[in-house]
């Protein structure tokens, strides 16, 4: 059983950064592709960015290429999301999600495990 806890959201204006972080529960960390989710007011949960279990393998919505970066940390089992360039659209509930082995794919249905979630929230 894999268990996910996201946090480092806020409230942050237009232009700035946020970092997030998933903390993993066990020792089979560098088994898991991570992923970041989001979900806004009304809106279905959309890919964020996803980092594969091999490293350097990663994959970005579009509109967050350039602005946002996934890492991971397989020694403290925790996987990063920078957010740089904030956009009032950027604002929703972030949710970390991990899989096991597999590639950084960008469906929701590829996950097993899900965490709470961290709300952001990108103010003019």
């Known amino acids: 059983q894999v268990q996910l806890v996201e946090s480092g959201g806020g409230l942050v204006q237009a232009g700035g950064s946020l970092r997030l972080s998933c903390v993993s529960s066990?020792?089979?960390?560098?088994?898991?592709?991570m992923a970041w989710f989001r979900q806004a007011p009304g809106a279905e949960r959309e890919f964020v960015a996803a980092t594969g279990w091999i490293r350097g393998s990663t994959n970005y919505r579009d509109s967050v290429k350039g602005r946002f970066t996934i890492s991971r940390d397989n020694g403290k089992s925790t996987v990063y999301l920078q957010m740089d360039t904030l956009r009032l659209e950027d604002t929703a509930v972030y949710y970390c999600?991990?899989?096991?082995?597999?590639?950084?794919?960008?469906?929701?249905?590829?996950?097993?495990?899900w965490g709470q979630g961290t709300q952001v929230t990108v103010s003019s």
């Open positions: 999600a991990a899989r096991w082995y597999g590639n950084p794919a960008a469906g929701a249905g590829a996950y097993e495990y």
């Open positions: 066990g020792s089979t960390f560098s088994r898991l592709t």
